[in-house]
């Protein structure tokens, strides 16, 4: 996952640099984290389970179990060094995000957006050129379009 997450973060700056780097890659790079976030919590809650499960199994087993179970717990001890190595990355590539000009200018944008949603700017726009128009004179202009034309003539509808 530390592989998949800084490819694409090195991709960032690498376009940074250029000064090509688009708000789209920024959103992508944004639901990369997210996404990784998301994995992260996920092995976090299993091994935490896992983890909760040995421990219990360790409390009531018998001498011939102890190695067994011994090994489970270490194999888990370095499955959580692991995790906290990819969120410990995770977090600063997630602070370096929130640091570039392009991820600002993201969240700006979307502060606009939804402060222009909330006053009602927002509105979607009506076709003018039905805005004033009656059904009867609708139908008709709907009459004379071509998908109710069969072979230029009129389609008509037996009831």
């Known amino acids: 996952m ?9 991709e960032l700056v690498k376009c940074n640099e250029t000064k090509g780097l ?3 890659q920024v959103g992508d790079f944004a639901n990369c984290l997210v996404e990784a976030r998301s994995e992260l919590q996920h092995k976090a809650d299993v091994i935490q389970r896992k983890f909760t499960i040995t421990k219990a199994l360790l409390f009531k087993a018998d001498r011939s179990s102890f190695d067994r179970l011994r090994q489970q717990i270490y194999k ?12 410990f990355v995770y977090n600063w590539l997630q602070q370096q995000l929130k640091l570039s000009p392009a991820y600002k200018k ?9 402060l222009k949603a909330k006053s009602g700017e927002l509105v979607e726009s009506v076709d003018t050129d039905f805005a004033d128009i ?3 004179d609708f139908l008709a ?3 004379k379009d071509s998908f109710w034309q069969r072979n230029g003539k009129s389609r008509s509808f037996s009831s």
Do not use: H, N, P, W
């Open 2 to 10: 530390q592989r998949r997450i800084k490819q694409q973060y090195d």
């Open 22 to 24: 688009t708000l789209a």
């Open 76 to 87: 888990l001890e370095l499955e959580q060094k692991r995790l906290e190595e990819d969120a």
């Open 106 to 114: 993201m969240v700006e944008i979307s502060a606009s957006m939804e």
């Open 134 to 136: 009656s059904f009867e």
């Open 141 to 143: 202009q709907e009459k």
